[in-house]
């Protein structure tokens, strides 16, 4: 007599797999190894892997962000510093505008654009009343949250496609809002306008 046979059903590739617990030794090097060494880990193992391991990856990066996201989020949906602290009044960036930078990284890196926004608006809202020379400390720092700017939209354009835009869009009209404060006041004292680059994409961007 032939053994029953046991029905099957097709695993659903897209489906979530489920996660167990880390193994000890693992967890181990996890919970010791420096910072730098779990870069270099993460960035080698994503290289030399399939792209499902890159994905995975950002998938679990984006369950973790959203939750510590929620948990310091302010009203506006967005974790937000005085303005005041992120620079000194002679317009040098602080450690706090550099602890909000990673933080927009960190969420737009992982594929949630639309939550980084409001961080960005924060760091563009803090230029407004500054004054700063063309070359120098204040005007590089400009120049690299114009940059974190344009990526966080390309973000935010892959996150709409992916069909995960479904959340608040406040934080991108904080933005908007920000980036025309800050062309005002630039105007206003006759320096060089820092986010020309935001400013035309945020024109440019029917979202």
Not at 122 to 142: M, N, P, Y
Request: proline fraction near 5%.
């Amino acid at each position: 007599m032939s053994a029953p046979q046991t029905q099957t059903t097709p695993r659903d590739p897209l489906a979530r797999p489920v996660l167990g617990h880390v193994n000890l030794m693992a967890d181990t090097l996890i919970a010791n190894a420096t910072l730098d060494d779990l870069r270099a880990i993460v960035r080698s193992m994503v290289a030399s892997a399939t792209p499902g391991v890159a994905a995975a990856l950002t998938a679990a990066a984006r369950d973790r962000l959203a939750q510590t996201h929620m948990r310091t989020s302010s009203g506006s949906g967005t974790a937000q510093p005085p303005s005041g602290a992120l620079f000194t009044p002679h317009g040098v960036p602080t450690t706090q505008l550099h602890d909000v930078l990673r933080r927009a990284r960190a969420l737009y890196g992982s594929g949630m654009g639309f939550a980084s926004l409001g961080l960005l608006a924060c760091a563009v809202r803090a230029t407004v009343g500054l004054r700063w020379e063309r070359d120098g400390a204040t005007a590089d720092i400009l120049a690299v949250i114009d940059a974190d700017i344009g990526q966080a939209i390309q973000s935010c354009k892959e996150e709409a496609d992916a069909g995960r835009a479904v959340g608040d869009r406040r934080g991108l009209h904080e933005l908007r809002g920000a980036v025309a404060a800050s062309a005002a006041d630039v105007a206003a004292w006759g320096g060089e306008f820092p986010f020309e680059r935001a400013a035309a994409s945020l024109e440019f961007w029917n979202a």
